[in-house]
């Protein structure tokens, strides 16, 4: 069972209608009088029935917050503490600088932790600084220094070689600077939807390992990076892992931590040998022609942008989640709903995955087919 197989429940009773007659009624009764629609009486009661359905609305929400289910933020939070679980925090981004000066010099050229620089596109206002001490030595033009985003979250990601190259806080006979790695592993406070699915699976790891909700658990606490585990054992007594991160790179780093946090000696069964692999890339192609209704013509720009946005969405969906099948239908669903009348697709081609791979998008071709009649 998972959460969502619960029936839905309500604390009290919210229905308008019940209400407000059981108001109207209880006072007819006790006065021996009925009250006909416009009275001043009925009306003033209606007003009031309002009211207590508003109030039932909120006792109601507050009890529910103390359901996993139906808890949301710091209610969530507090349920997660119960069971040891804590909402993975924000991290930033972080890439490599390199800092070049006009020409050699005999004394070292100090550059400060703290030393900001942007990108050319000074509209983003986003800042990376230093987070180091670091010089460059007597004799020698540039010196690399690990830098990371002065804010968390995913905003800080995906700045391509040399975007950051604009420094901010210059210092003594500098020339240039520029990022010599693309920023990444900046995340985003772990949403409540995934904060909740751990907190259900937390009590598989109140024991040692040895189940796979239990080795599942322990991985996703290695890295606010990781999205999804799965676990399989391939041949007795080995225990494969393949964890999957929001960006769909799996680092050494990555593998790493999640080998420690299973190996360790207080979670890992003795009898099991605890393998971390990234997962397997599955690559497919996108080639799809869509078609608006002769209704919708001069709608033809916006659903063009929707489009886009779809099989953008479509792509980040299959690469979400480790043993997802390559799905042509969902694809078409979701063009469909950005607005197109008709969509003919080429590839992808439905493709059963097995649980260590992950679909990723290779070539994307999207053509306009143009307006037509229904």
């Not at 139906?70 to 507090?78: P, Q, S, T």
């Not at 020339?175 to 693309?182: H, K, L, M, P, Q």
């Not at 995955?353 to 999207?366: D, F």
């Amino acid at each position: 069972m998972i959460i969502y197989d619960l029936p839905e429940i309500d604390f009290v009773d919210k229905d308008v209608e019940n209400i407000r007659e059981s108001i109207i009624t209880t006072y007819e009764a006790l006065v021996g009088k009925t009250l006909y629609p416009g009275d001043p009486v009925r009306m003033f009661l209606e007003t009031i029935a309002s009211i207590i359905v508003q109030q039932r609305i909120l006792i109601d929400m507050a009890a529910k917050q103390n359901t996993l289910r139906y808890a949301k933020g710091e209610f969530l939070d507090h349920i997660g503490a119960l069971l040891g679980v804590l909402r993975k925090p924000a991290t930033k981004a972080t890439t490599i600088l390199r800092f070049t000066i006009s020409e050699p010099r005999e004394e070292a050229i100090p550059i400060p932790i703290g030393t900001r620089v942007t990108t050319n596109d000074y509209d983003s206002k986003i800042y990376f600084q230093t987070t180091e001490y670091k010089e460059i030595n007597p004799g020698e033009l540039y010196v690399d220094v690990n830098a990371e985003c002065t804010v968390e979250g995913e905003i800080g990601n995906g700045y391509i070689i040399g975007q950051i190259n604009q420094i901010v806080d210059p210092f003594p006979y500098f020339e240039s600077v520029t990022n010599i790695t693309e920023s990444s592993g900046g995340v985003d406070e772990e949403d409540d939807e995934s904060f909740r699915q751990r907190i259900y699976e937390a009590p598989e790891s109140f024991s040692t390992a040895g189940p796979e909700g239990a080795y599942i658990s322990l991985a996703k606490q290695a890295s606010p990076l990781i999205c999804d585990v799965t676990v399989r054992s391939p041949s007795p007594g080995v225990v494969e892992i393949t964890p999957l991160t929001y960006s769909g790179e799996v680092t050494q780093e990555i593998i790493d931590l999640v080998n420690a946090v299973c190996s360790s000696k207080d979670a890992r069964p003795l009898t099991d040998n605890v393998v971390v692999r990234a997962p397997e890339k599955i690559f497919y192609d996108i080639n799809l022609t869509y078609y608006i209704s002769q209704e919708n013509e001069t709608l033809q720009n916006s659903i063009n942008d929707a489009v886009n946005k779809a099989i953008n969405e479509y792509m980040d969906w299959q690469k979400s989640k480790l043993g997802r099948n390559i799905n042509p239908s969902e694809l078409i669903k979701r063009v469909m709903q950005a607005g197109a009348s008709r969509v003919v697709l080429n590839e992808p081609v439905f493709q059963q995955l097995e649980l260590y791979q992950v679909a990723v998008a290779n070539s994307v071709s999207i053509s306009f087919g143009g307006v037509e009649d229904e």
